[in-house]
């Protein structure tokens, strides 16, 4: 199956700060989405993105389908930015519609 | 977006019962429902996928008899845990998407502990 590796694992910050996390992925995709997932548990859709650049606010995301990866930016940072932040991705073919996530990077924003 | 919820929040039960998870979609039909799990400090990974009216397709190593899913209805798809034991804790999330690579809305889970 489709591998999806994220980086860096760990990230911590001063609030303010801007911030780029990575997601790599091994085979081509149908979809692409950023979450992040909140100390509830709860994840929050950050961006559909299966190619081209996005942005909301103070993130924005770009994809480049063809190089299989994505990055996911962070300006500005706020303590509300903490938080495991997920890539994941449909590869298609029998796992149509599926999403594999990779492993998360942990942001850590302190004031 | 699109709203997903899930009921309960969190449940603890015996070892050796049955819980039920239940995962709507609030303001959209959603034909295709998907169930996770994750483990403390780990990533989210698929247990099953289900379609409205047909009977869910479960990933490698998942034991369909274990995990019951039912999506009755475009609205509603639920998990049964049955015979619960304590390595069934874990937090289960839930998913809803229109079928095919369309973007996933996700429940806030379940976290689930088994005595």
């Known amino acids: 199956g489709i591998q999806v590796e994220q980086s860096p694992p760990d990230l911590i910050l001063q609030e303010g700060a801007n911030s780029t996390l990575r997601c790599n992925f091994s085979d081509s995709v149908n979809n692409l989405q950023w979450f992040h997932q909140n100390p509830w548990g709860q994840l929050i859709n950050l961006f559909y993105i299966p190619s081209g650049t996005k942005q909301n606010g103070r993130l924005s995301a770009t994809t480049v389908a063809t190089e299989r990866y994505s990055l996911l930016y962070i300006s500005s940072s706020q303590t509300t930015d903490s938080g495991v932040y997920f890539c994941?991705?449909?590869?298609?073919?029998?796992?149509?519609?599926?999403?594999?996530f990779g492993q998360g990077t942990i942001l850590t924003v302190h004031p | 977006g699109a709203v997903v919820s899930q009921h309960p929040s969190w449940v603890i039960c015996k070892s050796g019962t049955s819980v039920k998870i239940e995962c709507r979609s609030l303001?959209?039909?959603?034909?295709?429902m998907f169930w996770y799990r994750q483990f403390p400090k780990q990533s989210l990974m698929l247990m099953a996928t289900?379609?409205?009216?047909?009977?869910?397709?479960?990933e490698q190593g998942v034991e369909k008899d274990k995990f019951l899913i039912n999506h009755a209805s475009l609205t509603l798809s639920t998990l049964t845990v049955t015979s619960a034991h304590p390595e069934d804790s874990s937090f289960y999330i839930c998913?809803?998407?229109?079928?095919?690579?369309?973007?996933?809305?996700f429940g806030p889970g379940t976290r689930l502990t088994v005595t």
């Open positions: 998913s809803a998407s229109l079928t095919g690579p369309y973007e996933q809305y």
């Open positions: 994941a991705v449909d590869a298609g073919g029998t796992s149509y519609g599926k999403l594999t």
């Open positions: 289900s379609n409205e009216g047909s009977k869910a397709t479960y």
């Open positions: 303001d959209f039909q959603a034909t295709t």
